[in-house]
């Protein structure tokens, strides 16, 4: 039985990640926002007095435009070095290689599977004396970290469809032959066996 969509929560350690502007009338007499304001706040109590509504410590992923709750959407975290995104991964999809510089990367997988590969930062080694890649599978429930600078890369093995998250590009599975030179061997190989599970066929190049 195929799975449709896979939900990812993922949690980037950074008050820096950044997002599309999603509007937000808090801007004081002075002109700075409040995401300015509460950077700028003298105490902890005087950020508070800030956001003086329940519901501004509420980000509604089912409302928002935006799949990504950062400072400048949810002004609740400024300065607390955390944000939280959303996002579906298609199956036979996978994330382009990637990295954060300025942030570490918390993925939970709600549902499905999902395959990772890490390469930590250069001097990092495995046991052959090679470059190490830290491979995850996981399953619902369950979470793995991407230190700050490390490059990384995740494939769901189930899907159809093709989505961007602020995270990096998703590519169909039939694509696979535009991007073989730039991703891991063995993640083509994954992608060609769900394509074939799948019934799905390979686009040409």
Known sequence: MLIANLPIA??????????????RDNESATGLS??????????????YRL?????????????SQVALANRQTFPAVTGLDGSMA??????CAMSFLHLHPRASELLVVTSGRLITEMVPEAGV?????????????????????????????????LSDDVIETSFGSSIAG?????????????????VEECLKKCGLEKRAV
Do not use: W
């Open 10 to 23: 993922v949690m980037a350690l950074s008050s820096l990640a950044m997002a599309a502007p999603h509007r």
């Open 34 to 47: 409040l995401t300015a304001q509460l950077q700028l706040a003298d105490s902890g109590a005087a950020r």
């Open 51 to 63: 956001l003086p509504k329940d519901e501004d410590f509420i980000y509604d992923f089912n409302k």
């Open 86 to 91: 959303v996002a579906s991964l298609p199956a």
């Open 125 to 157: 080694l495995d046991a052959d004396g090679k470059q190490r890649v830290i491979r995850a599978d996981l399953g619902p429930n369950q979470m793995t970290v991407f230190p700050k600078g490390s490059f990384h890369t995740q494939l769901f093995a």
């Open 174 to 190: 039939e694509d696979i032959d535009r991007v073989r030179q730039a991703i891991p061997k063995n993640f083509v190989l994954k």
